[in-house]
C-alpha cells in the first residue's frame, strides 16, 4: 500500500485545511483502517482521526468538534477537514492504514502503512 498525502501549508489561527491522501494499491478494496496521526517537534506521534470500514469514525479529544475525517471510497482517497487551527495544530500530519508490523495501534486499529507526511503549519 502507498500512501500519498497532499494539502498542508502555512495559515493563520483560526482559520480552515483540508489534507488529502490518495491510497494507491492493487488491492481492489480498500483496508479496513486509515487514519490521521501527527508529529510536533519533540513531541510524539499522535493519532487525530481515523475511519473504519463499517463507517465508525474516532478523533482525538483536542480535534473533536474542529475536524472531521471522510473518504471518498472510489477515488480511493481520505480527507481530514480542519477547521479552528491553532498553533498546537501545527505539525506533520500523515496517513495510515492497516499495514504489516510494527504497527501503531490506535483507537482499535493496527497501522502498519504510512504516507511521508505533509506539514501543517498554523500561526497566531
Known amino acids: 500500500v502507498h500512501l500519498a498525502e497532499s494539502g498542508g501549508g502555512s495559515v493563520q489561527a483560526g482559520r480552515s485545511l483540508r489534507v488529502s491522501c490518495v491510497e494507491e494499491?492493487?488491492?481492489?478494496?480498500?483496508?479496513?483502517?486509515m487514519g490521521w496521526f501527527r508529529q510536533a517537534p519533540g513531541k510524539g506521534r499522535e493519532g487525530v482521526a481515523r475511519?473504519?470500514?463499517?463507517?465508525?469514525?474516532s478523533y482525538a479529544d483536542s480535534v473533536k468538534g474542529r475536524f472531521t475525517v471522510s473518504l471518498d471510497y472510489a477515488k480511493k482517497t481520505l480527507y481530514l477537514e480542519m477547521n479552528s487551527l491553532s498553533p498546537e495544530d501545527s505539525a506533520m500530519y500523515y496517513c495510515?492504514?492497516?499495514?504489516?508490523?510494527?504497527?501503531?495501534?490506535?483507537?482499535?486499529?493496527?497501522?502498519?502503512?504510512w504516507g511521508q507526511g505533509t506539514q501543517v503549519t498554523v500561526s497566531e
Open positions: 475511519l473504519r470500514y463499517d463507517g465508525d469514525i
Open positions: 494499491s492493487t488491492l481492489r478494496s480498500m483496508t479496513s483502517c
Open positions: 495510515a492504514s492497516v499495514g504489516p508490523p510494527p504497527r501503531d495501534t490506535w483507537a482499535g486499529c493496527g497501522f502498519g502503512s
